[in-house]
């Protein structure tokens, strides 16, 4: 499950975010007006995709960009594989989130890909990683857009995060 995936999930809608099998379908900045009151942005990944490395390095930069000066900005989801070890381009994203003081909470996907064991394994590995740099693991969850693992957890979170949000309907 990626970026795409993920908003389909949350919204209950098949195919309001494009997906693609392929990383790296989405390139532009895609806004979704939530109850005529919010925003989820769906951004470029900042990690694997079929794309030059001058392409690459655009979105990066980009992105970076586009999260420092977002004033109306209230948190970044980072995704992460929860199938992977801890990868060297999340934690790196991670900490510049935390140098900028940006708020934060990580997903990780894919959940329904192994067991929940390997699954809470590779968690704690990337528990571990980040407790390099930060005092504090930041909130996380655990999600799947296969079996909606997580689905009602984000909302909530979501919903805290933004007061205007009406717990569970989404209205697109």
């Known amino acids: 499950m990626g970026k795409s995936s993920l908003i389909n999930m949350l919204a209950g809608k098949k195919g309001l975010a494009k997906t693609s099998q392929t990383p790296g379908k989405t390139q532009l900045i895609n806004h979704f007006l ?45 995704l992460i594989d929860s199938r992977l070890e801890p990868q060297k381009i999340d934690l ?54 296969e079996t909606q693992l997580g689905h009602d957890e984000v909302l909530n979170f979501i919903g805290e995060v933004n007061k205007h949000f009406v717990i569970p309907t989404i209205n697109i």
Request: net charge positive.
């Open 92 to 145: 790196e994203f991670c900490n510049w989130l935390g140098e900028k003081g940006l708020a934060f909470v990580l997903i990780f996907t894919k959940a329904d890909k192994q067991s929940s064991v390997k699954t809470d394994q590779c968690v704690a590995q990337f528990k571990k990683a980040l407790s390099q740099t930060f005092d504090e693991f930041p909130q996380y969850f655990i999600t799947s857009s």
């Open 34 to 78: 939530i109850n005529d009151s919010w925003y989820i942005v769906d951004l470029p990944g900042y990690g694997y995709a079929r794309a030059s490395k001058t392409k690459k390095a655009d979105w990066n930069k980009f992105i970076h960009t586009y999260l420092d000066k977002r004033e109306s900005l209230q948190c970044v989801m980072v």
